[in-house]
């Protein structure tokens, strides 16, 4: 079995809906997505899935919220935009874009500072 990784970044601001908290104000984070994925085998090149189609997955998703309120971009109008969240959001999405007979996802991580993540996975 191979697992795969990629990360990508971007930039937004979000506002947590929470019972008074510093997080209820309108702030910014640089944020940080890594990308897993399990392979069973590779091809005979020894490539499991090309890098570039990972990265062009993910950014799909996220280049919607990059310099964004993420509070108006859908999921998050009606979900909270917290890490948590946003890790699942885009597991779920990838997970019916990409899992197949050889991958499929195996976690998403999202840090919205330095020494601090959320991270999704299924059981």
Known sequence: MFELMIEETFSAAHRLRKPKGKSEKIHGHNW??????LSKDVNSYGIS???DQLKKELRSLIDPLDRSFINEVFPFTEINPTS???????YDTLSKRLDGDNIEVSRIVVSEEEGVSATYLED
């Open 32 to 37: 940080k997505i890594q990308f897993y994925i």
């Open 49 to 51: 899935i090309e890098f």
């Open 84 to 90: 948590e969240n946003i890790s699942k959001w885009i």
